[in-house]
């Protein structure tokens, strides 16, 4: 903590207003994090709960019926919460209990499914995946808050694109100045990948 308070008085007053704004919004995030997997593991018990009882009562609604009309909606709509609280869950897993590997393509699209609803639709995410699943040196949960971050990086752009080729996520247009950038940067290199920067692209790799 000195040595961040160092480096923060050193910056000019501008610059120095700009990061503590970045550095509080991180800490926000980190919290609602924390929260957002203390509350979905309650609401995942109370929604599994729910899914198994639509399905008890279809198996007694009338084929063809409004009923089972009614009910097959409301199926649907809980399982895709279903798949919001997964990803909120696996998004805050302790990384301690990850697994050794993991596919960066199913996390970059994790990323993106939480940014979409984080931030709403108006973010236009161009995004473009290989045809095969790309499997990493790295726990899901450590890949999606780096793609998560890289995402946050970029977003002042209002339309982005993102990449995932063997190996390798990448996000443009991401500011050369961003604590986002440096965020999803260290979790990358804290997991043991790196990352690169090429113009308005920023890169995060792993090895196989």
Same mark, same amino acid.
């Given at each position: 903590?000195?040595?961040?308070?160092?480096?923060?008085?050193?910056?000019? +007053?501008?610059?120095?207003?700009?990061?503590?704004? !970045?550095?509080?919004?991180?800490?926000?995030?980190?919290?609602?994090?924390?929260?957002?997997? +203390?509350?979905?593991?309650?609401?995942?018990?109370?929604?599994?709960?729910?899914?198994?009882?639509?399905?008890?009562?279809?198996? +007694?609604?009338?084929?063809?019926?409004?009923?089972?009309?009614?009910?097959?909606?409301?199926?649907?709509?809980?399982?895709?919460?279903?798949?919001?609280?997964?990803?909120?869950?696996?998004?805050?897993?302790?990384?301690?209990?990850?697994?050794?590997?993991?596919?960066?393509?199913?996390?970059?699209?994790?990323?993106?499914?939480?940014?979409?609803?984080?931030?709403?639709?108006?973010?236009?995410?161009?995004?473009?995946?290989? $045809?095969?699943?790309?499997?990493?040196?790295?726990? $899901?949960?450590?890949?999606?808050?780096?793609?998560?971050?890289?995402?946050?990086?970029?977003?002042?752009?209002?339309?982005?694109?993102?990449?995932?080729?063997?190996?390798?996520?990448?996000?443009?247009?991401?500011?050369?100045?961003?604590?986002?950038?440096?965020?999803?940067?260290?979790?990358?290199? +804290?997991?043991?990948?790196?990352? !690169?920067?090429?113009?308005?692209?920023?890169?995060?790799?792993?090895?196989?």
């Amino acid at each position: 903590m000195p040595a961040l308070l160092a480096t923060l008085l050193s910056l000019p +007053d501008d610059r120095r207003a700009s990061v503590e704004r !970045e550095l509080v919004e991180l800490t926000r995030s980190a919290a609602l994090g924390e929260l957002a997997g +203390d509350v979905g593991h309650d609401a995942a018990n109370a929604l599994f709960g729910g899914i198994g009882l639509v399905d008890l009562l279809l198996q +007694d609604a009338t084929p063809g019926s409004q009923d089972e009309s009614s009910l097959q909606l409301l199926q649907t709509t809980m399982l895709e919460l279903k798949t919001i609280l997964r990803t909120l869950l696996d998004f805050a897993r302790v990384p301690g209990d990850e697994q050794a590997h993991a596919e960066l393509d199913a996390a970059a699209r994790s990323a993106v499914e939480l940014v979409r609803h984080g931030i709403g639709r108006s973010l236009q995410i161009e995004e473009r995946y290989p $045809p095969r699943p790309v499997l990493v040196a790295c726990g $899901p949960a450590a890949l999606v808050q780096a793609v998560l971050h890289l995402l946050l990086a970029a977003r002042g752009a209002g339309r982005i694109a993102l990449e995932v080729s063997p190996g390798c996520v990448r996000v443009s247009p991401v500011p050369s100045s961003s604590l986002d950038a440096v965020v999803a940067g260290r979790i990358a290199v +804290d997991h043991g990948g790196a990352s !690169e920067r090429d113009g308005h692209w920023l890169s995060l790799r792993w090895t196989g």
